[in-house]
């Protein structure tokens, strides 16, 4: 039962994330050959301004 977890900067649109979660899971079950209904995709949207790159805001 694989788990994949994503995260990102907020913004994108629940349409984007949707397509987002089916590619995904179309890619882990080609290369993998887990079922799909097995495959569990999170995504966690991190608030802009709470993370962080070579000391900087992003």
Not at 18 to 31: F, I, W
Not at 49 to 57: E, F, L, P, S, V
């Amino acid at each position: 039962m694989p788990f994949v977890h994503i995260e990102l900067l907020e913004g994108r649109t629940p349409e984007q994330l949707e397509a987002m979660m089916k590619e995904v899971t179309d890619a882990v079950h080609k290369t993998s050959g887990a079922p799909k209904e097995n495959i569990h995709v999170i995504i966690n949207e991190m608030k802009k301004g709470t993370y962080g790159n070579n000391g900087a805001w992003k």
